[in-house]
């Protein structure tokens, strides 16, 4: 029995925007209606083009944002309105990598600093173990002890997301949201730093939640996948099956969209057509159907539901299956 | 910059110092010339007035606490005081009020030549002062007069010299020595600066790092307040201030031209502050701080204040430069620094009389000359800052 460790449920998240003084405040729905189950030790990856709410929903389940509505449920726990004190005691056990190298770490600190901050915020450690402590965890994430002495621009790109990473274990989480770590840096780092995340966690024991708009990546680390279009997941199930299988007619044109190595097998769709649809306006029914090539009536009026068409194999489609 | 390129951390060598972000910062300041220009020529201004006015006599300190025209009058009612003559509320008014004149608009060796405190006191009034004497009063009083103003540092009778010898820069209206009054007065021009950059920086800080940090109704007031104070104008409303703040006795009015100063200069700083902050919250190690439980505390003095304080430095150092250009402008009107105690701004002041304009250049080209020389100096001190401090640079 798989154990669970983080259950979200209907979770949105909308962001307020004005535009212009007398006009009615709209909302942008970042993230909109997003369920979905996570177990210990696994490593979900969560796709989905840029501006889709991946890093809002990973923010959201870290809760540096509270949700504007649904449930997180981690460890059996409801975190979703949880506030300060409590919030503090979390981030002991939930933690986030971030994406740009550059501006995610204070370039007037030391790394010592960087790492070791949150150990003595939280107490964790005392003055004395606390240097031993820190040259521990950045050995761990592949820098070298001499390295704590060093500020941010004396490193390159990947050893800077090796500094995140590090930063992130600090505190000995379970729970880590990684979103897009390896974007920002050349395809060539990209799998060492993927190799050593991976490494971490097992060595910690760690379950991740690994966000990214590329495909590869997402397939080389992640056991599940989930695949967001515009606030919300729209098919979510194993690696194989995703890439096998592909139910939703968006996850078909993404896997479309993959350079294929091998040419006896047939494209089963052309590239996605036209734009992504506004946030803000977004569309009535299946939130796809402005670009979906199988589109019916029922599609401009019914929202699909979220449902496990095969074991495993969550897809929001009407028509999933059939297509 | 000094970027490892490759990833493999074994290829980076021990041997390479870390360096930190001001150690870097220095370094650069070292290699730029026009800031070392002006450090040092800032450095040379400092050490020059707080040195050479204590190479000067005692004396000439003592024209610090009136000027000839309250000396004069205060010896002379003293001397008549002495001789028990009696004197009435509305004489000593008038007397003081002649000698203001005679002494700012005279010239001091036709006052003395010319017997014209004879002309201005007619020979009834010095008959009723010294009543019983018989001997020439007008010579009597000025005997008087001139034994008390040496006693307090005014030699009038050697007044307006040209730079000599005994007096490197001449000597002003009141026989004062011009270069004892410029380096005094630059104190005082740079304490007026020094103080108002001091509140100006304070002000400016603290109110738009609370504007940024604390952001929502609170910053919109906070943006109001400043556009508000920003959109007053600065010199009637200053020239409104110090007049209403006459009353302040002379040798506090360097203390209204800082708080005006000061008040009416926060808001261009508060706002690059609170800009500031807003662009560091939306940088990821700022929320990362939020992820990792660190406290308010530490996240205001350690992330945040750091990340400003090259922005507030460079401000504080130009501020500086303005604040002196201020303070010269408002004693330039007779409106800052009140005679006798010096400044940059009321010794030019001097020049408004045309005579002194043409005439006596010694007076005051030097403190035109000082306060160009410590504006230019401060403000490329303070751009070498800037650039050496640019945290763009040091990603
Ligand atoms: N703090 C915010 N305020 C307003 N809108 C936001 C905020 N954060 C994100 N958004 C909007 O939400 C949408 C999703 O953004 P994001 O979660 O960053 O997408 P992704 O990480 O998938 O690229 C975007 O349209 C973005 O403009
Ligand atoms: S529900 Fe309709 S529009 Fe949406 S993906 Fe399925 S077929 Fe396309
Ligand atoms: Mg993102």
Redesign the interface.
């Known amino acids: 029995m798989r154990e669970k460790i983080l259950e979200v449920k209907n979770v949105k998240k909308y962001f307020p925007v004005n535009i212009g003084l007398f006009k009615k405040p709209l909302q942008v729905k970042a993230v909109d209606d997003v369920s979905f189950t996570m177990y210990k030790g696994e490593t979900l990856g969560l796709v989905g083009e840029s501006g889709c709410g991946k890093s809002t929903l990973g923010?959201t389940i870290?809760r540096?944002y509270e949700p504007t509505a649904g449930q997180i449920i981690f460890k059996d726990q409801d975190i979703s309105t949880w506030k300060s004190h409590k919030?503090?005691k979390l981030?002991?056990e939930m933690?986030?990598i971030?994406?740009?190298p550059?501006?995610?770490?204070?370039?007037?600190?030391?790394v010592n600093?960087i790492v070791g901050?949150?150990m003595l915020?939280?107490k964790l450690v005392s003055k004395a173990e606390y240097e031993d402590r820190v040259v521990d965890i950045i050995e761990k994430c592949?820098?070298?002890s001499?390295?704590v002495?060093?500020?941010?621009?004396?490193?390159?790109?990947?050893?800077r997301q090796r500094i995140?990473v590090a930063?992130a274990l600090a505190?000995n989480p379970e729970f880590i949201v990684a979103d897009e770590p390896v974007s920002a840096l050349d395809v060539s780092?990209q799998s060492?730093v993927l190799n050593m995340m991976n490494g971490l966690k097992d060595e910690f024991g760690l379950s991740y939640l690994f966000i990214s708009h590329d495909l590869s990546v997402v397939k080389h680390i992640s056991d599940r996948i989930g695949v967001m279009y515009l606030g919300s997941i729209i098919e979510l199930t194993g690696k194989r099956k995703l890439y096998e299988n592909p139910l939703h007619p968006y996850t078909m044109a993404l896997m479309a969209a993959i350079p294929e190595p091998d040419p006896r097998k047939i494209k089963k769709m052309e590239a996605i057509k036209g734009e992504i649809p506004s946030n803000i306006n977004t569309p009535s029914g299946c939130k796809f159907h402005t670009r979906c090539p199988y589109v019916k009536d029922i599609c401009k009026e019914e929202v699909p539901e979220f449902r496990e068409l095969e074991k495993d194999h969550f897809v929001a489609c009407h028509f999933a299956g059939e297509i | 910059m000094s970027e490892i390129k490759n990833d493999q951390t074994t290829t980076t060598t021990p041997r390479l110092k870390p360096e930190g972000p001001w150690k870097i910062a220095w370094n650069r300041f070292k290699k730029n010339k026009v800031a070392l220009v002006g450090g040092t020529g800032f450095l040379l201004i400092v050490l020059g007035v707080i040195v050479i006015p204590m190479i000067f006599s005692f004396n000439l300190w003592r024209t610090m606490e009136l000027d000839a025209g309250t000396a004069i009058s205060s010896t002379v009612l003293d001397s008549l005081d002495e001789k028990g003559v009696e004197i009435d509320e509305e004489f000593e008014e008038t007397f003081f009020n002649r000698f203001d004149e005679v002494v700012r608009q005279s010239h001091f060796e036709d006052f003395i030549e010319q017997n014209e405190l004879d002309d201005l006191y007619t020979q009834e009034d010095i008959n009723q002062l010294f009543a019983g004497e018989a001997v020439g009063t007008g010579r009597i009083i000025r005997e008087t007069i001139f034994v008390n103003l040496r006693a307090h540092g005014f030699e009038l009778e050697n007044s307006d010299q040209p730079p000599s010898r005994e007096n490197w820069l001449g000597t002003d209206r009141q026989g004062r020595d011009v270069m004892f009054r410029l380096f005094y007065g630059g104190r005082i021009s740079l304490i007026v600066g020094l103080l108002s950059a001091t509140l100006t920086v304070s002000l400016g800080t603290v109110v738009g790092g609370v504007s940024g940090y604390y952001g929502g109704k609170l910053d919109a007031f906070l943006m109001r307040f400043a556009e508000i104070v920003q959109s007053i104008p600065l010199l009637p409303m200053m020239i409104s201030i110090s007049a209403a703040m006459r009353w302040v006795p002379s040798e506090r009015t360097l203390l209204v031209v800082v708080f005006v100063v000061g008040i009416l200069s926060w808001p261009g700083l508060a706002r690059v502050v609170r800009g500031q902050i807003l662009s560091l919250r939306e940088q990821e190690f700022m929320q990362a701080t939020e992820i990792l439980g660190i406290s308010d505390v530490s996240r205001i003095f350690r992330h945040l204040l750091p990340n400003v304080l090259a922005y507030i430095i460079v401000s504080a150092t130009l501020g500086m430069g303005g604040a002196i250009l201020l303070e010269a402008g408002l004693s330039f009107l007779g409106l800052g620094v009140q005679p006798p105690m010096p400044s940059w701004g009321n010794m030019i002041y001097l020049a408004n009389n045309s005579t002194v304009f043409r005439e006596y250049l010694w007076m005051w080209i030097p403190p035109g000359v000082m306060i160009m020389l410590t504006v230019v100096s401060v403000n490329l001190l303070g751009e070498g800052l800037r650039d050496a401090l640019d945290p763009k640079e040091i990603r």
């Open positions: 923010r870290v540096l919030l503090k981030r002991q933690q986030l971030f994406q740009d550059y501006s995610s770490l204070n370039p007037r600190m030391n600093s901050e949150a915020a939280h592949g820098l070298a001499y390295h002495n060093r500020y941010p621009h004396q490193f390159s790109g990947g050893q995140g930063r505190l780092v060492q």
